[in-house]
């Protein structure tokens, strides 16, 4: 599907090294000093599901397929991106391309470690990026204002459309993301083509110094409150640490690594939980003795848009899905099992498909 999350923050705040925690499939350059990611590293993601590794000893497979998602490592972003400072084009333009926003805050303080901004403040960071984001946003607005204006003269459909950019303009001159502005749907499609960066979700990573991993600190505490009547949630860790455990190959390693830091799971799999859920994804499974895959949708899906992600001849030729609901799986342990006793059903094309759903497609070739 390749949904992408961005991470994001100001140069040297340990993006680059979380991007290297989580990504199973690149790895980005990570030093101290500014600009050290240029052009944007992008690293496929396993997702953590306990479900995959439950339907997996009792189907057997022969193999075991999760689930992923793209995150991107994007440049450090400057005051004045929005007017071309440091990396400011290109980080803002790397930022429409993404579905949602992972911003990195450094909540820590180290002298060796680079900043130009001053004493550490989480909030002013918070805020430099945002601020950032709603001034492109302002001018992207003004543009399109501007020829909507001309174009209403002669058709009087467009004054609605006017009237929504007008609103979001007034929305961001307030110093407020346009996300946080609530548009419906029809609202939306008038921004479709201006691909606004303050209306994508936010997830805040409080990156902590190790002696913070569990509690927080000052600086920490401050994020979530400045977050807390957003409804964006704030994931505290130790990059650092967490970039160490992913390291490890050996599970017994990892294990022993944990117990030493007392870490019931590592915190990487709260962020990617919390990504998925933020680009409100859900995850069905298909389970044989071949394999037992996961497979991401969007949530309000129908069963022949997510048979689409297997193959797209899945979804032009749907006949019908076969579901059996995951706890019913656990309960009667097998397919079979589960036909016998009436858990598995026939659904047709106005199925929505719920989470943990296990399917199967039949289809006309």
């Known amino acids: 599907m390749a949904l992408q999350a961005g991470i994001v923050g100001l140069p040297n705040v340990g993006k680059s090294t979380l991007f290297n925690a989580v990504s199973n499939s690149a790895k980005a350059q990570a030093s101290n000093y500014r600009f050290c990611t240029i052009e944007p590293n992008i690293g496929l993601v396993n997702v953590p599901d306990p479900r995959l590794d439950r339907l997996a ?4 497979p022969n193999r075991i397929v999760p689930t992923q998602i793209e995150i991107v490592d994007i440049a450090g972003l400057v005051k004045g991106a929005s007017k071309g400072e440091g990396l400011g084009n290109k980080f803002l333009a790397n ?5 949602a926003i992972i911003h990195v805050i450094r909540c820590f303080e180290d002298e060796n470690i680079l900043r130009d901004e001053g004493a550490i403040n989480p909030v002013g960071d918070k805020e430099i990026i945002e601020t950032e984001l709603q001034l492109k946003d302002l001018e992207s607005i003004d543009k399109k204002i501007q020829r909507t204006e001309k174009l209403a003269k002669t058709d009087t459909k467009l ?4 009237d929504v950019l007008l609103n979001c303009k007034q929305h961001l001159e307030k110093g407020k993301n346009i996300l946080s502005l609530g548009l419906s749907k029809e609202d939306r499609l008038v921004l479709l083509d201006i691909f606004l960066l303050s209306d994508k979700p936010i997830l805040y990573v409080a990156n902590v110094d190790e002696a913070s991993m569990h509690t927080g600190n000052r600086f920490s505490d401050a994020l979530i409150e400045a977050v807390k009547n957003e409804g964006n949630e704030v994931i505290v860790m130790t990059n650092a ?4 455990i992913a390291e490890l190959d050996n599970a017994d390693d990892k294990a022993m690594f944990m117990e030493e830091y007392k870490m019931m799971e590592p915190a990487l799999d709260r962020l990617i939980h919390s990504t998925y859920k933020l680009l409100n994804l859900y995850t069905y499974f298909t389970a044989g003795v071949q394999e037992v895959r996961a497979w991401t949708i969007h949530q309000g899906w129908k069963a022949p848009q997510a048979a689409s992600v297997i193959h797209t001849d899945f979804e032009k030729g749907f006949i019908k899905a076969e579901v059996i609901a995951y706890d019913d799986f656990l309960q009667y342990k097998s397919e079979a099992a589960c036909r016998e006793n009436g858990r598995l059903r026939i659904e047709g094309k106005e199925y929505l498909v719920k989470d943990g759903d296990i399917m199967h497609f039949r289809f006309n070739v």
């Open 241 to 244: 640490i967490e970039a160490q």
């Open 57 to 60: 000893e009792l189907v057997l």
């Open 159 to 162: 004054k609605a459309e006017l």
């Open 95 to 99: 930022i429409r391309e993404v579905d």
